[in-house]
């Protein structure tokens, strides 16, 4: 059973940093590539980031490129999302995802298994 665990989420001030952690298990964690989504109040889900499984490339949405990084421990199979100059728009639940290709898709539909996502709450 796959299982995708997000934590490290919780309320900063607009400028601070969070570090969220995506924890994989049942899956071969190195064949996959990640990605990263959030979910903002009434809004709908959107792509934020992504690493590739081949060769650790990564991808960002232009609202969040130069203050976000991804990264990836593949003995650990963990993915990482630091989150710095965070803003109260990035306010979201932020979901990590999986898909089994070694391109990184802003389209959550080529994701095949989803976490439960994270709260992020950021006070102006």
């Known amino acids: 059973q796959v299982q995708l665990v997000e934590s490290g989420g919780g309320l900063v001030q607009a400028g601070g940093s969070l570090r969220l952690s995506c924890a994989a298990s049942?899956?071969?964690?190195?064949?996959?590539?990640m990605g990263w989504f959030r979910q903002g109040p009434g809004k709908d889900r959107e792509f934020v980031g992504g690493i590739s499984w081949s060769d650790d490339s990564t991808y960002y949405v232009d609202s969040v490129k130069g203050r976000f990084t991804i990264s990836r421990d593949n003995v650990k199979n963990t993915v990482y999302l630091q989150m710095n100059g965070l803003k109260p728009e990035d306010t979201a639940v932020y979901s990590c995802a999986a898909r089994q290709h070694y391109l990184v898709s802003a389209t959550r539909f080529e994701y095949r298994f989803w976490g439960q996502g994270t709260q992020v709450t950021v006070s102006s």
């Open positions: 049942g899956l071969t964690f190195s064949s996959y590539t």
